[in-house]
């Protein structure tokens, strides 16, 4: 599944959708009606001098009204599916079975929220939705003009069923970080993901490959082995390029830094986007390893025209020997995956110094969802309960054993029977992090461009990562000429 515009999200124009979005698509969804309107009563908790039959038809613990609701759903079918979906729906029908859900489950998502949001109608818009958009930035742009609804009072909700457990002590401070926006929580993300180079165990088993390169020079040699067999060493999808530099590449800048000492200073030069940026020395070195890379052939020839699917399934083919992309894979592949593959996990150590700190790409998931915010206040509270239990451990147990999901509860792993359910692919980044020095960390910036010198650098450096992984053309004016189009951007932005 594509998540390449989630890895950097603030980074790149921000597109004015009713402008740019109204043609995408005309199709009307024809299978989503009104949602009923609430009554007063059915918007307040029971009133103390409530009669005994108005008590009866309030839940006592959230005080909402047990009246039938629907709420219209919008779902980014992507490499996570939809049972998890449903599974958690079922679950929460159980305790609440007045409330409906009519889901419109689409891995085009972005097209249908397009045509949604140009029609400019409220009332056949979504409750609650995957906040998948066709343009960079469009996420930012209608958080800031106040569509949809704030959900930083979740934080401090207690999860149902569990007193004295609010979901803010339940999830990692990089977690609550990473779901911010301009100081508010329009998503409430229910977990997370890692990212970096998987690979068939059992085919470097039978190579003698190192599964397990500590440095630099060891992982060099490494590639230099895989490619003396006429195997592909690492292949991509040329058609997200952005797997190769947001999940892998991208991380050996943080490494160096750390290497030097300078860390703390090059992340928050990082976060806060400071110049320089693209022609800073680390990033410099990156992006010039990677060239070199694609010179001595360690990526495939016509990897511009491979998908995410087509480059994932190299490796379960034995064509290529490693892949960029993230701990959904196993899940996304598992129609295509062998009966005997095993999932293994490295990352690129970017110096010779074994003890360094090896930094992996982590995010929180595309599972969660945003609410719109002109919806009657019945569906809105609704809605926030549904995401409530969304943190229960059941549902986070099906997320992590049938989707792959790497659990957003710190206290996950305190049953052992739960860890035990993961998948393979998340596992297997788990035990790399036990044999070596590993530091999770996401791309997040914390600032966000509308300028059009934003879009035109953000598409000169994504147009040029596979002329530079095939190793004809030389990284370092594109960096330059990102640099200049940032910087202008950022002079843009003060006006």
Known sequence: MS?????????????????????????????????PKPSESANASAAPSASPSAQANIYPENGLSKDSITLKVGHWENGYGREWLDFAIKKFNAKY??????????????????????????????????????GVGDTERLAEAGKFEDLSDLWKKELPGEKGKTVRSVVSDDFYDAAMLGGKTYRLPVGGYTAGLFFNENLFDKNGWNKDPKTWDEFV???????????????????????????TFNFLPFMLADASGSFDAYLKNFRSFKMPQFTAPEVKEAWKRMYEFGQKGYFPNGVAALNHTQSQMQVLQGKAALVSTGDWVGNEMKDSTPQDFKWGFMAIP??????????????????????????????????????????????????????????????????????????????????????HKVKYLSLRRDVSFTSPSAAQASKTLSEAITGIASGKKDPQPVLEEVEKLYTKALEEEKK
């Open 3 to 35: 998540k390449g515009s989630k890895t950097v999200p603030a980074v790149g124009a921000m597109i004015l959708l009713a402008a740019s979005l109204a043609g995408c698509s005309s199709e009307k969804q024809t299978n989503s009606s009104p949602s």
């Open 350 to 435: 970017a110096t010779n110094d074994p003890n360094n700190t090896i930094y992996v790409h982590t995010g929180v998931t595309d599972v969660g969802y945003v609410i719109w915010k002109n919806k009657p206040d019945l569906n809105k509270k609704w809605a926030k309960e549904f995401m409530l239990s969304l943190y229960d451990f059941e549902v986070q147990q099906f997320l992590a054993e049938k989707t792959g999901v790497f659990p957003g509860r710190l206290d996950y792993g305190a049953d052992p029977a739960r860890l035990e359910k993961m998948q393979a692919a998340p596992k297997a980044v788990m035990a790399y992090a036990q044999r």
């Open 97 to 134: 079975p007045n409330v409906k859900f009519e889901v419109t489950s689409s891995p085009k998502l972005d097209t249908v929220l397009s045509t949604k949001i140009a029609a400019n109608d409220d009332n056949d818009m979504f409750d609650f939705f995957f906040p998948r958009f066709s």
């Open 221 to 247: 040699q490494l590639m230099e082995t895989i490619k003396a067999k006429d195997v592909i060493p690492i292949t991509f999808p040329g058609v997200y390029a952005g797997y190769l530099t947001d999940y």
